[in-house]
């Protein structure tokens, strides 16, 4: 056992072995969803169609009111509590039992369904089944857990210590069933395609690296499903989604996890301004499915996802916010300089971060930023009508980037020439090979389209009101527990 288990549970652990009592039975009791019991008791007033029947509710006690002759024992299971309770004179063989329970235990209580004195409804138990002892005492008076670092890494108590924490990941949940089923009715087929590539590709991060022992060859953990996503396209799969679980080897903050679901979805004979159609439609409906209605609150603001979202051009957004063209390197530099961003040598990426710390902290959005500069857009088409820029968009809220897309570039020779001077362009630490095979694929025919990427966890938090992206991960990334004792977690940014 740790240091969690007490030392007072454990002995009742062992006083109910030597009673012949299981502590942790191989079978488990169904019981009635609390929430539909409570239902089912109306009120004294109007009493409801289970009230006087006998029911069973079963999920983890939190904590015992004891009042002599009657206990008072709430119980909590995944649809809400409903409080038991537990009167010696309908349990006086079994009373005696009573003092080898804690709060904290998963118990299943079968009884009369009624009210309490005050209406409130309560199962009163004639049988009380020990499923499992709690060695470990749950967080005090049952506010949850006060220590942010604690509830991240002991999920599984925070997840019921605190219900408001179970209620986002259930509207996590929704928010990805809505936006399944709408694409679902737009003629969108799900797929599922590699984790580990061959080949670091699709986007611009560091990759995981792992090896492959029995082919003898190193992998790299998937940081986007792009270019796998457009061979289906290329294979006549014409409208495709995956929601696909990324990895990039960068820093952490309240928007950076290095494991992060992405929505990617590619559709034929569309572009970039289908996509915004698109985009429109899922995060107006996700927004309404969690709050019930457009709006939601984030960081204390109010944001309207009601369609359409404005639009703005990159390039005004430039000369508007950092004071010249984006294409004048000398006033760039120097803009660049006076805010301490380090240059690379790479002059589009060093004018894209000036951009970034100049811009999109103005971006209150809903916005589509669109018509960025060409040399950004390795993936991207160019504007037929203007080819300095692609036909590529950001979708911002609350000055944070939730999508990213492109009208796809389906020229082969054009891609692999865009493919090799990105791989010349890039840190040297940072793996770099052109994707021949999917040159291969665009050399059989792409038909024109659209594509489009979504990054979950940063929609979840906008529409959930949370501040940081480890609220709306189960699991957030973390430093070893001993490590992080002797130092703070990190907050680095990553692009």
Not at 277 to 301: D, I, K
Not at 304 to 332: H, I, K, M
Request: proline share 7%.
């Amino acid at each position: 056992m740790t240091d969690l288990a007490h030392p007072d549970r454990l002995a009742k652990l062992e006083r109910l072995r030597e009673q012949g009592v299981d502590p942790y039975p191989a079978r488990g009791i169904n019981g009635t969803p609390a929430m539909d019991l409570t239902a089912g008791a109306g009120t004294p007033d109007e009493p409801g169609e289970l009230l006087g029947q006998e029911v069973t509710v079963t999920g983890r006690m939190l904590g015992m009111r004891d009042f002599g002759k009657l206990i008072f024992a709430p119980v909590l299971d995944q649809t809400g509590r409903l409080q038991t309770g537990w009167q010696r004179d309908r349990l006086e063989e079994w009373w005696p039992q009573r003092k080898n329970f804690d709060g904290g235990d998963i118990v299943s209580v079968t009884g009369e369904l009624g009210h309490t004195q005050k209406g409130e409804p309560t199962v009163w138990a004639t049988k009380v089944t020990l499923l499992s002892k709690a060695v470990a005492p749950p967080p005090e008076k049952w506010h949850g857990l006060t220590d942010t670092e604690q509830r991240y890494r002991r999920r599984y108590v925070d997840l019921w210590a605190g219900p408001e924490v179970a209620d986002v990941f259930k509207n996590r949940s929704k928010i990805l069933a809505v936006i399944r089923r709408y694409l679902e009715d737009e003629g969108y087929l799900e797929v599922e395609t590699p984790t580990l590539h061959p080949i670091m590709g699709g986007a611009n991060a560091k990759p995981f690296i792992t090896h492959h022992n029995a082919l003898d060859m190193d992998l790299y953990l998937r940081i986007a499903p792009e270019l796998y996503l457009k061979r289906l396209i290329v294979g006549g799969l014409e409208r495709v989604f995956e929601f696909a679980r990324n990895f990039r080897n960068e820093g952490l903050s309240t928007r950076h996890n290095p494991e992060f679901t992405m929505l990617e979805l590619y559709e034929a004979q569309a572009d970039y301004r289908r996509m915004m159609e698109l985009t429109e439609g899922m995060m107006s409906r996700a927004c309404e499915a969690v709050n019930g209605e457009m709006r939601t609150t984030f960081r204390g603001q109010e944001y309207d996802f009601t369609p359409p979202y404005p639009r703005a051009s990159y390039l005004e957004l430039f000369r508007e916010n950092v004071g010249c063209e984006y294409d004048d390197e000398t006033a760039v530099k120097a803009k660049a300089k006076e805010l301490e961003i380090h240059d690379s040598g790479e002059y589009f990426k060093l004018m894209n971060d000036v951009f970034e710390a100049c811009v999109e902290s103005t971006l209150t959005g809903p916005v589509f930023v669109i018509d960025y500069p060409v040399e950004i857009c390795p993936l991207a088409k160019a504007k037929p009508e203007d080819p300095r820029v692609a036909e590529r968009f950001e979708v911002f809220i609350a000055g944070m980037e939730l999508g990213n897309a492109f009208s796809e570039l389906n020229d082969p020779a054009e891609q692999e020439r865009r493919f090799i001077d990105q791989v010349a362009s890039k840190d040297p630490e940072t793996p770099g090979e052109v994707d021949i095979d999917y040159i291969n694929a665009l050399e059989y025919g792409m038909p024109p389209a659209g594509g489009f990427g979504l990054g979950i966890d940063r929609l979840v938090m906008v529409l959930t009101g949370q501040d940081s992206i480890r609220d709306v991960l189960l699991f957030p990334a973390m430093r070893p527990q001993a490590q992080a004792s002797a130092e703070p977690e990190p907050e680095t940014t990553a692009t």
